[in-house]
């Protein structure tokens, strides 16, 4: 059978096996924290929690459908959404693992042996299956949450992504790069970690693409990423809605005229410029200002699923989050303004004393005829302040569990080595590296472990060096007790190892995906201390990831056991 149609089946059947372990375990009804409020949204099509996941209800809505009538079986059919979505996501990584494994295998297998097609595929499946049962992931695609259509996406643009590398040299290729910024303009109606990927896709262009590649370029390249991504979130997503408010102050109390009159002029112009754009990109011959014109009109194309939240807003359902029928209100609804900003590169310590407040743009509601000001946005200074601030919160016992965790009595100010130290033992270990151990290496209980009494307590563990024979039967018994003695960590570092020294610049790319979906991530969120649950979820797409390396290790196996075996029996040794 030819290469491709097997790895196009052996990729279906890893959507099946993981279709049918999701629906098999499936939660029956509505679970914890925003699953309920998410059945709901979908159910009615109403206005959920800021900043919104409009794609994700109206998605969840033709799910709910299912149930004919039947409102006991809604949260079973929303939930199914979730499974599905999920089963996609690994068939993708399938085909992303093998697409990476085919072109590492290039140099250390005859471009014809059998052997190296068997790894290659075997490799994609033992990676796909390792993210199928990974704790985390599997936990996401079992209840309504939107993680699981995020990561879809995910999958969707990194594996279009290696489409259009291979094809990179073909007539029309790029159509894929206009495909992958549709799905970025859908994914903005799910959840924004989907944007996460666009600094390694930026570098997958670049190494394609560029000409003389070089570290000194290669690091402008991925800052370029950066600021693409920071262009989209910002750019994009909030001052479009911005500009569209501005526009429609103007024309409500300046010119008279109604609500909404200045949004539906401005994105007139916005929809007629990039057209004009378009048109003289073609007439000029610029194909770069034609293929970023077309990927920007695509972007905003799949962005538009967000007319579903004034609309919805509008029609005044029960569940309406601060109800955004305008352009002034939908920009806080997308800035999140009702939640309190954690500071980023300057900021108070958590016993600073307050200084002053600072007033800054005026703030406005829709009044009956006109928009009226509530008020302005303020500022607040301290005096004792840092870069780059960790321990930052006063909030309630927020003060003591920094001194607690940091071993700071009440009369020692903090210092820059103490917001550190916070950082890497707190946000960044335990609240990173334990939910990563959980998934590689093994989990010791499903219990809270952000401030457990318990040192095991929602631990990671390996099997190994926890004294398993004298553990009692209520741990070892239970199914949250999963030792899985390491080995997918060991495999993935394997794969880490061999992906870096025979494809550096792939084994890079994957690194950038890791480290934005992950400790970016703790990094930018900047969580104060103790969270309502945990948080592993936020970070699927850093161990998703990961899996991709546990793919490879098949292949860097393989390899070291070529030096024992002949090539076929390693191969299935490795497998």
């Known amino acids: 059978m030819p290469y491709n149609k097997l790895n196009n089946l052996l990729g279906w059947l890893c959507f099946i096996i993981a279709a049918t372990t999701y629906t098999l375990t499936l939660e029956p009804s509505v679970s914890f924290w925003d699953c309920g409020e998410f059945i709901s949204c979908a159910y009615r099509l109403q206005v959920s929690h800021q900043p919104g996941y409009p794609l994700f209800a109206m998605i969840g809505k033709v799910f709910s459908l299912l149930s004919f009538g039947d409102r006991t079986k809604v949260a079973y059919f929303t939930n199914l959404c979730s499974a599905i979505a999920s089963a996609a996501t690994v068939m993708f990584l399938f085909w992303s693992i093998t697409a990476l494994a085919k072109k590492m295998t290039a140099g250390l297998y005859r471009t014809t042996s059998k052997s190296r097609y068997i790894v290659v595929l075997g490799a ?10 990974s704790d985390t992931f599997w936990f996401s695609a079992v209840e309504t949450i939107v993680f699981a259509l995020s990561m879809l996406c995910i999958a969707v643009v990194f594996w279009a992504m290696l489409k259009w590398e291979v094809r990179a040299d073909e007539p029309g290729a790029d159509r894929w790069l206009v495909f992958i910024a549709y799905v970025m303009g859908l994914s903005i109606g799910i ?29 402008g390249v991925l800052l370029l990423g950066i600021i693409l991504l920071a262009l989209v979130q910002y750019g994009i997503i909030q001052y479009t809605v911005k500009f ?24 007139a112009l916005l929809i007629g410029l990039i057209v004009w754009g378009i048109v003289y990109s073609i007439r000029r011959k610029k194909y770069y200002l034609n293929l970023g014109l077309l990927c920007l009109s695509f972007l905003y194309l799949g962005y538009s699923n967000f007319a579903y939240v004034p609309i919805r807003a509008t029609a005044n359902p029960t569940l309406n989050n601060s ?9 806080g609804y997308l800035n999140r303004v009702q939640y309190t900003p954690s500071p980023l590169l300057y900021g108070p310590y958590f016993d600073g004393k307050f200084v002053e407040a600072k007033d800054g743009e005026t703030l406005y509601r829709k009044g009956e005829k006109r928009y009226e000001p509530t008020g302005k946005k303020q500022s607040y200074t301290y005096d004792h302040n840092t870069i780059f601030p960790r321990m930052f919160s006063n909030d309630g ?9 940091m071993q700071m009595s009440e009369d020692h ?11 890497f033992s707190w946000q960044i270990y335990q609240m990173y590296f334990r ?18 009494t318990a040192a095991l307590d929602g631990n990671w563990t390996s099997g190994i060096f926890d004294g398993m024979k004298h553990l009692p039967k209520s741990v070892t018994e239970s199914v949250s007790y999963s030792p899985l003695y390491g080995l997918p960590l060991i495999l993935g570092l394997l794969g880490m190892y061999y992906h870096f020294k025979n494809k550096k610049r792939d084994a890079l790319i994957i690194t950038l995906l890791w480290f934005f979906t992950g400790i970016a991530i703790v990094l930018y969120v900047n969580q104060p201390s103790i969270q309502p649950r945990e948080r592993d979820y936020s970070y699927v797409g850093s161990f998703y990831a990961f899996c991709i390396w546990i793919g490879i290790g098949v292949v860097g196996l393989a390899h070291l056991l070529k030096s024992k075996f002949d090539e076929k029996k390693a191969t299935y040794i490795a497998i």
């Open 124 to 133: 994609g499946f033992v990676g796909a299956m390792a993210f199928t049962f």
């Open 191 to 219: 959840h924004l970690l989907n944007l996460l990927t666009i600094p390694a896709l930026t570098m997958i262009y670049y190494y394609r693409r560029g000409k003389n590649v070089t570290f000194k370029k290669g690091l």
């Open 244 to 267: 569209a408010g501005w526009f429609d102050f103007y024309f409500v109390n300046t010119l008279g005229l109604g609500f909404g009159s200045g949004a539906i002029v401005f994105f």
């Open 323 to 331: 109800h955004p029928d305008n352009a002034f209100t939908l920009a």
């Open 397 to 405: 016992d927020d003060p003591g569990f920094y001194r607690q965790w």
């Open 413 to 423: 100010t903090p210092n820059f080595a103490d917001n550190m130290g916070f950082m």
């Open 435 to 452: 939910y990563f151990l959980w998934n590689f290496v093994g989990r010791y209980n499903d219990m809270d472990g952000q401030q457990s």
